[in-house]
């Protein structure tokens, strides 16, 4: 099975059954489309692509903020044969031409938040890139651009073009973070995607009545993937525009929903939101909010604690996954783990796992290693990057590049990524590890951990520390607090200050690194408001 028959099947079975609903808070508006509503205009994209000589394996590239269009043009694309091709919204010119330039798409579909950066660099893909789609208001759509709504007028709705393609036929470039070096191009298949559909439902038996809260950028494997347990059984998605807690709550309460898949940084501003009563829960109906899991990143142990406190009658689930995996669920905590605390989980459906050594050496309870995983949705490959697929792939397991260990009860726990290890005196530092702890303190924010280069030592641990509203908080505050961590784990430099995110919640820890571990003479700041 494509992942496109899953949607013309929900358009046949749930006609006119809502599929999604965009709102947006900050403009009071509020947008819906049927299940027909949403194949009727994939099936015109792909027609109107198709004339336009756009073929099984051609790639369209999609650069477009969420909006209630963004899943119908994704699909839109797929019905063609041709590979979608996501890109992350916040790069900017040289990374959107540097993907365009390993992708070579032959169209281009974006939205109106791009038109100078593309503007700057469609000439240099002109060899390539044969149509530009604008995908935003007809006024303001560029002269060397065709509108979306003028494009698909007058295409054909009740079906898709007619292509030979199956379930392992490629479907998709998605492009990785580059949290940690430059992005690489992960090239994925239709196999892949209607795994993820399974995975997902199989974790959290997700029902057509059910109704999922879908917050994070859509050209993520993340956020769609936890989505497509509700597409494979047709169930409503609410896609909201803006991470405000009470925009987050009043989604929840008005339009009912039963599942929202939260960011840390979410779901920690939430639970500051309820402490400090900026947030009243009893207006909200909440009731049938039945479960709220969490990835992306390693979840604090505290946090989970601290919403079961509010929240004691949801199922909770923590997910982990990569871009090579086709997004979350090769590992989970499981919703009847949820006691468990702390650790990532196990295997998850048609999944398996091993941590290793260096030589590829199965290793066991709490032994570190890197954690490999193996099952079907595992990559095709990094797109044009031989090298690359060559290291990440051994006979049908994934590297994935993070550092984990079992505990006696086979639950796998994420230590760090490998990169992001510090060497301080020849002991290898975990910064997750200090980063959980200090995120126990009740006036810690959020906190990030670097190495910074020490010519005695190689690196010492450095950390960046973000401080609740309304609290104040001082170094030696920090210093005494980490007196219960072990001596070499303890921060040698403190300073106070933001801890940028990407849209997925991973610290920005390259961009910290040039802050602070590049510049020396930086001083730490003493106190912050």
Known sequence: MRITDILTQNSRLYRDKIALVERIPA????????????????????NGLWQHGIKKSDTVVQLMTNNLEWLPIYFGILYTGAWAVPLNF???????LMCARTAEPKAFIFGPEFIEPIDGIRQELADCVTLWIFAGPKETCPDWAVCFDTFIAGQKKDHPPEIDAGPDDDAALYFTSGTTGAPKAVLITHQNLTHACEVENRHHGQTHEDVFLC?????HTGAKMHWMGSLLMGGKCILLNGVKPEWILEAISEEQCTIAWLLVPWAHDILIAIENGTIDLSKYRLEQWRLMHSGAQPVPPSLVERWKQYFPCQAYDTNYGLTESTGPGCIHLGIENSHHVGPIGKAGYGWEAKIVDKQGNHLFANETGELIVRGPGVMRAYYKNDLATKEALKDGWLYTG??????KDGFIWLVDRRKDMIIYGGENIFPNEIENFFLTHEKIKDIAVIGVPDERLGEIPAGIISVKPHCMICEQDILDFQQALPRYKRLRKIFFGDVPRNPTGKIEKPKLRRLYAEDKRKDPQKLMH
């Open 402 to 407: 993070d550092i984990a260990r079992y505990d």
């Open 27 to 46: 403009r009071s508006a509020r947008k819906e489309l049927t299940w027909h509503q949403f194949y009727t205009m994939s099936c015109q994209l792909a």
């Open 215 to 219: 917050i994070p950028p859509l050209y």
């Open 90 to 96: 916040r790069f900017e010119s040289d990374k959107i």
